[in-house]
């Protein structure tokens, strides 16, 4: 087989050139205004090579996007609109993961083709860059990330705003940045000291955050067995997208492994407010919508974890590209509802009030017909599914934010108001929510529309009672979109290969990570307590 190497396409009637080759190396490219589309792809034997990463800035050195090409990823592209636009020019800068250490051939450049600039635009030319990148991770993390989809906003991003009743011509999707002045305040100081530091310090510091997932928000951690959960997405610091998007947690150890490359197939675009859906009878994970910036994502990327490859699929039907909704499996299918789409200019983004069914064995999407009081349109809220019931907690639909229970019966496709008595959760939307029992399900933290949150509350289907818990370990830390499952509490001496079911009454582990707090902080910790300590 042929050499490796990467090649790129600079609009749509360019030959492709090769801009690296050998191993061991990284370039920048200088992509000049008028170029108004690129496709990056590899070919050849990859050999012991693991990855190309790929980013995407613009002339200020802000990121406008990341990417991968792997083994089984082999091509990226853009269009200026899609993901930014370089109006000023942009750079690409390209690095190679695994081989040996061999650096570019420094005579390796880009001719550019003989013709007039109407019919040809300019081929960006490459610039020596002998193994450094141009900037390192932690500097990256440091730019903020200015003039992003207001969808993507996370709660307590800097310059704070305390939510106000907000007229109809404003858009929804952003959600009120929740974070408050001191991450604005921490990034100018990290942004000055950082570079007074050598280059080794931020080294170090990247080899250190390799062992685990970086903080981040609005991903989504799903459990596939009694000792495997999948991490998907997120958005950490200066509302980057997670560059380390997926994780397996094996909870014997709670150890972390990069699983990025280790499926084949094309894995879903980095995004924020997505879900992710496990069938445990096909034993496939379901990723559906979500949000980039201004780009929003109606597609269904299926990861078999028994081949371990990904699926995209191309479905029939009609289902708007949605963010901040839920998804709930019922023998088979997938149940979406509520979440925030986009509408046309000048319309604000709005909040769904509808129910989307996806069957995976039809490919098709469809709307069932339902009857009874619906919730009001909503994001940012809950569902569970229990004992052929979806029960539907909180939310918002700005600047109003709910904490109403709605439950539709499966089997009649009805919905109707939940009447609770008890200590119920003030309004909250981007909440932990995870079911303990058959009869009871936790609700824990979320975002107020001005801070992060930390109570938590447990609630009975069977006497519709809510109550509270006061437990340090929940209570301490506020924290807003994140991740909150339950596990069997796995037996060191027992097999992995062993996937007998497991009873009810069997010991459960309530696992919370990521979110965000008051702070501007975006956690990365795993934290874990017995699920019976909540039932006592």
Known sequence: MEDFGVYAIFGVDEPPQQILRRDGWQSSIEIQPNVQLMVLFTR??????????????????IPINMGKLTPFNKCLSWESGEDGVWSSGATLTVKLNGGTTEFLDPGLTLSQMECTPECNPAVPAIRECPGKRKRSQGEEEEEINEGRGKENICPNASDK???????KNIQRGGQTRLFSQKEEQTATSSTQNNKAKGKQNKTTSQIAQLDKPSGRWGQTLCPIDPQTAILIGGQGAR???SKDPIWKLCTEDLSWVPAETLAEGPT???????????DPESKRIFVFGGSKHKKWFNDVHILDTQTWRWTLVEAQG??????????SMFRGELFVF????PRPHPEPDGCSDSIYIFNPEMAIWYQPIVNGEKPAPRSGHSACVMQGRIFVFGGWDTPVCFNDMFMLDLGLMEFSAVKTSGTAPSPRSWHGCAVLSESSFLIHGGYNGNNALSDAFIFNTDTSCWSSLTLPQLNSVPRAGHSI???PTTCKQSSIDEQEELPESAPQTLLVFGGG??????????????VEELRD
């Open 318 to 327: 009609k289902v708007p590209p949605l963010a901040y909704h839920s998804c």
């Open 485 to 487: 499952i339950t596990m």
């Open 161 to 167: 705003v305390t939510p106000q009743r907000r007229s």
């Open 517 to 530: 707090d008051n702070e501007g902080s975006f956690f990365s910790d795993l934290f874990t307590m017995p």
């Open 239 to 241: 509302m980057q997208f």
């Open 268 to 278: 879903p675009e980095a995004r924020i407010g997505h879900t992710a859906t496990y």
């Open 338 to 341: 509520g979440g925030v789409f």
């Open 44 to 61: 050849g034997d990859w050999g012991k090579r693991d990855s190309v990463s790929v980013e995407l800035a613009d002339e200020r050195d």
